[in-house]
């Protein structure tokens, strides 16, 4: 692996910022080496140093990585129909998509009124165990729902569904009613109602979902504000310019 | 410099996507270690490949780099009092920060209802040429005001201040009454009004900001609502937790 794909990797969730000797164990290089990329890598603003002297990735990536992809630009054309179910159903409302395997949050728009506290983007769930991981992968195709269903799947809360038949039940419900509500199944507390985004050629690209407070909301009081948000960014995205 | 950092720098804001060969044109490398290192930054999802092949940086280089960085922070914390300044103003609200020289705007909200489109996040500007940039100017050390204020000053507009004396008064003015408002600075058709953002120790961290249509706003009407705002961002950052 190159040296500095090593020290881009090193940054995660959770542990986002680091020394530079830290740094330098996390991403097996030699110490010399390592402050001489890191020298690099803050010229260019890649990375930052913090007042604590700590090392983070910095503003120029997020920057650059904001205009570069695709799932950015979907993010984009949503944000006003997620504003719009936010203003109706008064409830924490999220766009998620498909990457490497896990769903990432590419969006929420926090409801202040809400008791559950916001959550931040760029937080990712495992696909069993979230509605809208439920609902992508009810769309996805058959490889990738069948390696899914194949590997051994968490176990999150008591509510988590792990049986590869439960869940399959689930799925074949999903693609004939359009929706899932699931109850405590990645967080006790919660419950999450989701549905497709499809894109220009039919495929789903994202889900819509908003999170409440657990038995807080009647699924056919909310779903038609969600159904509706998706349809009118199916409907943007397809009147969207192509992607350059 | 690395090359793995050639290839990331290659993508910017004109150019969010390319061929390979574009890219190790860009990134000036031998094609064939362009190859190489694209295909292990697309295995960490560092670079994403569109269904037309071009190449662009991937979503986990902003899941990593929306978790890494302070300005971000940052965002999460002002977005909701941004809301309120829009649900109130009805305008476009944007937060901004300096990075590298220049205005970053690391937040915007669109107003359905303003006539002006709404522009990208993670746009910059010039730091003279922009409400929040002399914001944020007016505030910041003296080494980069006299740095910015002794290098050529770009006229994008016939309104935009390129006289360093008269820029030096509006920043006299901004730290005494706390704002600015300019007309036609970086955009002839926008109005744009800013206030500083103080963090924890006092210094200003970023600007708030609204981009309305041309003198569609009187100044005394909008500043109340910024204000407030940008006190409620200060004590919500003074009760956050400290930087990891």
Redesign the interface.
């Known amino acids: 692996?190159?040296?500095?794909?090593r020290l881009?990797?090193a940054?995660?969730?959770e542990v986002?910022?680091m020394s530079l000797s830290g740094l330098a164990h996390r991403a097996n290089l030699p110490l010399s080496t390592t402050h001489r990329?890191v020298e690099?890598?803050l010229g260019?603003?890649?990375i930052?140093r913090?007042?604590?002297g700590?090392l983070?990735?910095?503003?120029?990536?997020?920057?650059?990585?904001?205009?570069?992809?695709?799932?950015?630009d979907l993010r984009?054309t949503a944000?006003?129909f997620m504003q719009d179910v936010r203003a109706v159903v008064r409830q924490h409302t999220t766009l998620a998509?498909l990457?490497?395997g896990s769903v990432?949050y590419?969006e929420r728009l926090?409801e202040?009124s809400s008791p559950l506290g916001s959550a931040?983007?760029?937080q990712?769930m495992p696909v069993h165990a979230s509605s809208s991981g439920l609902v992508l992968l009810a769309y996805a195709d058959a490889g990738f729902r069948e390696q899914v269903l194949g590997s051994p799947l968490q176990q999150l809360t008591p509510e988590t569904l792990v049986d590869p038949l439960v869940i399959r039940r689930h799925l074949t419900e999903i693609r004939e009613r359009g929706y899932v509500a699931l109850h405590g199944a990645g967080v006790s507390e919660w419950t999450g109602i989701a549905v497709p985004v499809f894109g220009p050629g039919n495929q789903v690209v994202a889900a819509l979902n908003i999170i409440a407070a657990r038995n807080s909301v009647r699924t056919p009081a909310v779903l038609p504000s969600l159904l509706t948000a998706a349809h009118g960014i199916s409907r943007a995205l397809k009147d969207a310019p192509t992607?350059?």
């Open positions: 692996m190159s040296r500095v794909v881009i990797s940054f995660d969730r986002p910022s990329l690099e890598l260019h603003g890649l930052e913090l007042p604590t700590r983070r990735l910095g503003l120029r990536m997020w920057e650059l990585a904001s205009r570069g992809s695709h799932a950015l984009e944000v006003p998509v990457d490497h990432l590419v926090s202040p931040n983007v760029a990712r992607l350059r």
